[in-house]
C-alpha cells in the first residue's frame, strides 16, 4: 500500500482543496449527502464502518451547522467514484474536523467499497413540511397506532423494524403524547409500506428519551432495509393506574376478589398467609367500612382470569397517624388462581342494610335451626354437600352459643317450613376452630342457578348436641 500521494498532474497552485475539508455530496439540499472528506489534493469518500451521530457532528460543524446531525449509512446517497479515504472513524463529537478524529485505518486503505459511503444530514429547522425529529403515525387512520415516520430535513421518512421493540415504541408514543401508556412495538409491513427515505435502523432506546432522536443506534441509516421492513407502534392508554384497588365478582360492591393494578394491567394477589390486617387497609382505601374486614382465602368469589397472578401486597405505613398504603412487592412463586385472596369489607355506618356479609343466623329456633349466612345484604342458605359437625360448631361459636356438641341437622320442610331465601354457599369444610364461616374453606359461592343444590340439601345445626351424638369427621354429603 504505501503513503497517498498527490496526483502527478496537481500543483500546489492547482490543487482543488486542502486536506482536512470536507463536504456533502448528491444530497438534495446543501445540509445533507455523502460525505467528502480532501486528502493531498484528492476527494475521497468515508466507510460507514463504526460510522455514528457523533461523527456526523463534526462534519456538520465544521460545515458551519450549529445543529442536531445524523449518522447516514451507505446507499442513502448515491455512491461516489473516487477512493474511500477513511474507515472506522470514531470521533468523540467535539472535534474541529474529521481528519483529526482517531480512526484505526490509516489514510487511503480502506478495503470498503462505496456501496459504503457514509452520509450525514445536518439538521436545520425549517418551517415548510415538519420540525426535524418530530414523528407522526401513518397506514392505520387511527391516531395510537401506525406506521412510525419521522421527519428529517424537513422530509417524512421511516424507521427500519432491525432492533425495533417495545422500548422504542415507548418513546414514540411519549413523543406523541400518550403520557403513561402501554407501548408495542410492531415489526414491518403491518401498516403498509412507506415512502421516501428510511432515516433510521437500529435504535436502541432505554424507553426514557423525550423523543426518538435522543435515542442511540447501532446502525446508521437504512443498512439495507426496504420499506416491507417499516416498524410501526400501537399506543393504548393502560386499563389501570398503579396500585389501584378492586374488587371483583363479589356479592355485593363490598365484597369480591382483591385486584390490584401493577403495571399497567390487573393482577389478583396471592392469599397465602395474609392476616386481616391487609383487609382492614385495602378496605378503608377502597372507601369501605373497616369494621369486621377480613380476608378470605382459597378463590372464595371465583378464581381470577388476569394473565397476573400471585402478587405479594405489603402495607408500608409511616406513622401512627397517617393511613397506612399497599404496594406490590413481587410475586409468590406457588401461588396460583386457585389461591386468589378475597375480601370482605363493611359498608359506610351510612348505608343502611338488613346484614351485613358474614353474619349467620339460624331460621326456626335459638339454639338450632336452618343455617343462613348474609352475602351482599341478603340471607341465604348453606348446601350440605362437604358439610361435617366442624362447621356446625363455628356457626354455634359465631352466634354465641354453646358449641362443643354442636351437631348437623338435616334439612325438613316439616320443621322448617318453605326456604324462600336463595342458596348462598356450597361446599364448606371447616376445621372447628375458625372464628366466622367465612373463614372455613370455600371452594365456591353459587346461586342456585350455578350449582346442583336444592333447598332439599339445604343444612341446620343444632347448638345443643350431646357428645355421645357429635360426629366432627362425617360429613353430611360427600362427593366422589
Given amino acids: 500500500a504505501g ?26 439540499s446543501s445540509n445533507e449527502g455523502r460525505v467528502e472528506v480532501c486528502y493531498n489534493c484528492v476527494w475521497g469518500t468515508v466507510c460507514d464502518s463504526g460510522w455514528n451521530d457523533k461523527d456526523a457532528q463534526v462534519v456538520c460543524r465544521q460545515l458551519g451547522f450549529s445543529g442536531q446531525a445524523l449518522a447516514m449509512g451507505g446507499g442513502v446517497f448515491p455512491s461516489g467514484a473516487s477512493l474511500v479515504l477513511l474507515e472506522v472513524v470514531s470521533c468523540l463529537g467535539n472535534e474541529t474536523s474529521l481528519i483529526r478524529c482517531p480512526r484505526r485505518v490509516a489514510v487511503g486503505q480502506s478495503t470498503c467499497s462505496h456501496s459504503r459511503d457514509a452520509g450525514a444530514i445536518c439538521l436545520v429547522q425549517s418551517y415548510f413540511t415538519c420540525l426535524d425529529g418530530a414523528v407522526r403515525l401513518s397506514g392505520a387512520g387511527d391516531s395510537s397506532l401506525g406506521r412510525v415516520e419521522i ?4 422530509q417524512w421518512g421511516t424507521i427500519c423494524d432491525s432492533g425495533w421493540d417495545n422500548s422504542d415504541a415507548k418513546v414514540v408514543c411519549r413523543q406523541l403524547g400518550f403520557n403513561n401508556s402501554l407501548a408495542v412495538s410492531v415489526p414491518g409491513g403491518r401498516f403498509g409500506a412507506g415512502t421516501g427515505r428510511i432515516f433510521l435502523s437500529g435504535l436502541q432506546c432505554i424507553g426514557n428519551e423525550s423523543a426518538l432522536l435522543d435515542c442511540p443506534r447501532t446502525f446508521s441509516g437504512a443498512q439495507g432495509c426496504g420499506h416491507s421492513q417499516d416498524a410501526g407502534v400501537v399506543c393504548t392508554t393502560p386499563p389501570c393506574t398503579n396500585g389501584a ?21 390487573w393482577g389478583t394477589v396471592c392469599g397465602k398467609d395474609v392476616s386481616n390486617d391487609l383487609a382492614t387497609t385495602a378496605c378503608g382505601l377502597l372507601g369501605f367500612g373497616t369494621k369486621g374486614a377480613s380476608v378470605l382465602n382459597n378463590a372464595l368469589f371465583g378464581s381470577g382470569s388476569t394473565r397476573m397472578f400471585g402478587l405479594v401486597l405489603v402495607q408500608q405505613c409511616r406513622n401512627q397517624t397517617s393511613p397506612c ?36 343466623r339460624l331460621v ?34 359465631q352466634l354465641g352459643l354453646p358449641s362443643d356438641y354442636a351437631v ?31 373463614n372455613c374453606q370455600l371452594v365456591s359461592i353459587a346461586a342456585a342457578s350455578r350449582h346442583y343444590c336444592t ?17 366432627p369427621s362425617s360429613p353430611l354429603t360427600e362427593e366422589a
Fill in 245 to 265: 384497588l378492586r374488587l371483583a365478582d363479589g356479592t355485593d360492591k363490598y365484597s369480591g376478589r382483591l385486584e390490584v393494578c401493577n403495571g399497567g394491567q
Fill in 3 to 28: 503513503l497517498l500521494c498527490p496526483p502527478t498532474n496537481i500543483t500546489a497552485q492547482n490543487c482543488p482543496c486542502r486536506n482536512g475539508d470536507i463536504r456533502l455530496m448528491a444530497g438534495t
Fill in 364 to 397: 326456626g329456633g335459638q339454639t338450632d335451626g336452618l343455617v343462613e349466612v348474609c352475602l351482599g345484604a341478603q340471607w341465604g342458605t348453606v348446601c350440605d354437600d362437604s358439610w361435617t359437625d366442624n362447621s356446625a360448631r363455628v356457626v354455634c361459636k
Fill in 151 to 154: 421527519c428529517v430535513n424537513n
Fill in 325 to 360: 398504603t399497599l404496594v406490590v412487592n413481587g410475586t409468590r412463586s406457588k401461588c396460583s388462581h386457585w389461591d386468589d385472596l378475597s375480601l370482605l369489607c363493611a359498608p359506610p355506618a351510612t348505608v343502611p342494610l338488613s346484614c351485613y356479609t358474614g353474619n349467620v
Fill in 455 to 471: 333447598h332439599s340439601n339445604d343444612v341446620g345445626v343444632s347448638c345443643q348436641g350431646t357428645a355421645e351424638h357429635s360426629s
Fill in 408 to 438: 348437623t341437622v338435616p334439612y325438613s320442610s316439616a320443621k322448617y317450613g318453605s326456604v324462600q331465601d336463595p342458596i348462598a354457599l356450597s361446599r364448606v369444610k371447616c376445621v372447628g376452630n375458625e372464628s366466622s364461616l367465612l
